[in-house]
């Protein structure tokens, strides 16, 4: 049986599985977005920090192992917006589904409060019960300090506490997006 051509899309299809090739899906904090509104260091370079930890600080990578977290959802998004050029169709939608799940998932991992624990002094610094704490201590005849680490030896700080390692502000945590990059 002869194979008759109604209707030629060849180059539509090639033209679009070229367009998603030269697509990348960035997700991170772009640098020209990440001021602060302190004015301080920006977000990126906080990132930076946490990921990789520095001198002081210990790593509490978040970008990686969250994107990591994701890579079911990413895939089935990437492998979704292929059949959409495959059909000729724009793609975009798809990519910018794999960069959501790829930052939801960043977020999540934030939000889990990364090990290792914040230091007493800076749950101390941190924690919206300071007060409390420091005429609890005075009461027990203990540090603040010594107050703090009890707390957190018995679980009564992290996340039910209000002190979450990467959250602060929240502007780090929010400073996480996704952009799709034509090469």
């Known amino acids: 049986m002869p194979v008759t051509v ?3 899309r060849t180059a539509a299809i090639v033209s679009a599985i070229q367009e998603l090739a030269r697509t990348q ?5 772009p640098e020209d977005t990440a001021a602060r509104k302190d004015g301080s260091v920006s977000n990126a370079q906080i990132g930076f920090w946490m990921e990789h930890g520095t001198q002081t600080v210990p790593a509490r990578p978040s970008l990686v192992p969250g994107v990591e977290a994701a890579r079911d959802k990413i895939t089935a998004a990437l492998q979704n917006a292929g059949k959409a050029a495959l ?3 724009d793609p975009d939608r798809y990519l910018n589904a794999a960069g959501l799940a790829a930052r939801n998932s960043v977020v999540e991992r934030i ?3 990364i090990p290792p624990p914040l230091s007493p002094a800076t749950v101390r610094a941190r924690s919206v019960g ?10 027990r005849g203990i540090s603040v300090a010594a107050l703090a680490r009890e707390e957190i030896a018995l679980g009564e ?3 039910a506490g209000g002190v979450i390692a ?5 502007q780090f945590r929010a400073a996480f997006t996704w952009v799709l990059k034509k090469i």
């Open 130 to 139: 300071y007060g409390r704490r420091r005429r609890m201590s005075k009461k």
């Open 111 to 113: 939000n889990s409060n």
């Open 166 to 170: 990467l959250i602060n502000s929240g």
């Open 6 to 8: 109604t209707k030629d």
């Open 157 to 159: 700080h992290g996340a």
């Open 87 to 89: 059909d000729g169709k």
């Open 25 to 29: 899906v960035l997700v991170g904090i």
